[in-house]
């Protein structure tokens, strides 16, 4: 590990860092982070959890010069959820550098709003490709300026078809800027694009060592297709983990074990593609928030999730590929926790299994599982709940308003408040889910900062 000021970072840099409580870098950000500096082009491959967003939030950080209002620096990340994630780990590292403006661009959102705020060019732009092509084909968005190019999570960029997107982007900013890719597998396409894109690029990858690798325990289970929901439910209420994360592969998939298992009588929400944005929001709120025990989703739409002490994943279809499946379990056992990883494989499942078992170069844990029919309703409820107040940053509200709003009149404990999470038009709080309807009662009742919102609970 190394120091962060053993780097010649800005001052106003070094002292985010220290206020973040960032003592020494990781791995990829002791790897990285000099080349970044030293103005070179950088791939890394690196997981979700190890620091990258803030080794190139750090490099490009110091690239922008805020005296010069044009656009110098352009994140490319797979999904909104990723981009408003990276945006906000900028924004912290950026909080002593007066007068950044950082624009967040992608797609699912009206248009409009997007126009006026680039009436004056912003320093830093992160967002989805196909937003990001139209406002450069637009010319609402100029990317003559750009210093910095970052591809975040290039492979999942890749696997959703943005190929001729980020090729169509590169053409239309400056030409000669530094790239850095951050991919999580390390694929010949990956390869190829870096060779398109790069030049002379200094290569990073990150293995943690085998006494410092989270803690992850695999199990893989043979079950009929007919008894998979019958095991699913067996495994989520033995397991006592807290929050489980479980992958479907098909979007109906998603709906239909999301529905059965709140039948059953747990907190479960649905997350994929077909959902409206705002649906998405909220349930990605609610689960980080722990409103949500269990959280069924396509391996898309959880990109971006970023939920830190993730006990359980369970993948009730089997990967399509390794690559994927090596994703998923990546979900849990971070930031040094301990975490379990299931798969559930029916027989015609097995040609998948084995190809997971031929990149892994190990034979894989099989546990036999002895399936019980469902004992019909036991509650697994999520330890919040979600109160959402019809207001936001338009109306000027700021955590600090509901927090004071909930301790003072409302008089609730401020432990009994969880994450408080502010939206343009809609704020959602976490509340101990004994004392939800008692918080709801008050708010409806009283005024926050002085004004009438409307106030609902969810689920």
Request: hydrophobic share 45%; aromatic share 4%; charged share 25%.
């Amino acid at each position: 590990m190394t120091s962060f000021s053993s780097l010649p970072l800005k001052p106003a840099l070094l002292a985010s860092v220290e206020a973040l409580g960032y003592a020494d870098m990781t791995p990829v950000q002791a790897q990285s982070l000099p080349p970044m500096l030293a103005g070179r082009d950088v791939i890394a491959q690196a997981q979700t959890g190890s620091g990258k967003t803030a080794a190139f939030g750090l490099g490009l950080l110091q690239a922008v010069d805020v005296d010069t209002i044009r656009l110098q620096a352009l994140v490319l990340c797979p999904t909104r959820e990723l981009a408003d994630q990276v945006s906000k780990a900028i924004r912290r590292l950026a909080a002593n550098i007066p007068n950044v403006k950082l624009l967040t661009l992608c797609g699912g959102m009206p248009l409009g709003p997007q126009l006026a705020s680039l009436t004056h060019d912003p320093h830093i732009v992160v967002g989805t490709p196909g937003r990001v092509q139209e406002h450069l084909k637009r010319q609402s968005l100029h990317g003559g300026g750009i210093k910095v190019l970052v591809l975040d999570e290039a492979d999942r960029m890749l696997d959703m078809g943005f190929t001729d997107a980020i090729d169509d982007i590169i053409g239309r900013i400056a030409k000669h800027h530094q790239t850095l890719l951050f991919s999580a597998t390390y694929p010949e396409e990956i390869r190829a694009v870096s060779q398109r894109v790069q030049t002379d690029p200094v290569e990073v990858t990150v293995d943690a060592p085998a006494d410092e690798k989270p803690a992850i325990e695999q199990r893989f289970h043979e079950v009929e297709p007919a008894q998979k929901i019958d095991a699913l439910t067996q495994l989520l209420g033995a397991a006592h983990a807290g929050q489980a994360l479980v992958f479907c592969n098909m979007r109906r998939e998603v709906d239909a074990v999301a529905q059965e298992l709140d039948r059953r009588g747990f907190s479960a929400l649905a997350l994929h593609g077909d959902m409206e944005q705002r649906d998405r929001d909220e349930v990605l709120v609610r689960f980080a928030n722990h409103s949500c025990a269990v959280l069924v989703a396509t391996d898309v739409a959880a990109r971006g999730l970023d939920i830190a002490a993730l006990p359980l994943v369970v993948s009730y279809d089997i990967a399509h590929d390794p690559e994927t499946h090596t994703h998923r379990i990546g979900r849990t056992g971070r930031a040094g926790q301990a975490g379990l990883a299931i798969t559930l494989c029916t027989p015609r499942e097995r040609p998948k299994a084995a190809n997971i078992e031929e990149l892994g170069g190990a034979p894989l844990p099989w546990r036999p599982l002895k399936v019980a029919p469902s004992r019909g309703k036991t509650l697994h409820l999520a330890p919040m709940k979600t109160l959402v107040i019809d207001a936001g940053r338009q109306d000027k509200l700021r955590p600090g308003d509901i927090l004071g709003a909930l301790t003072g009149e409302a008089g609730l404990n401020a432990k009994d408040i969880g994450k408080i999470d502010v939206f343009a038009t809609r704020a959602y709080v976490a509340i101990t889910r004994a004392l939800a309807n008692k918080a709801l009662e008050r708010l409806r009742a009283g005024r926050i900062k002085g004004r009438n919102f409307r106030v609902r609970a969810l689920g």
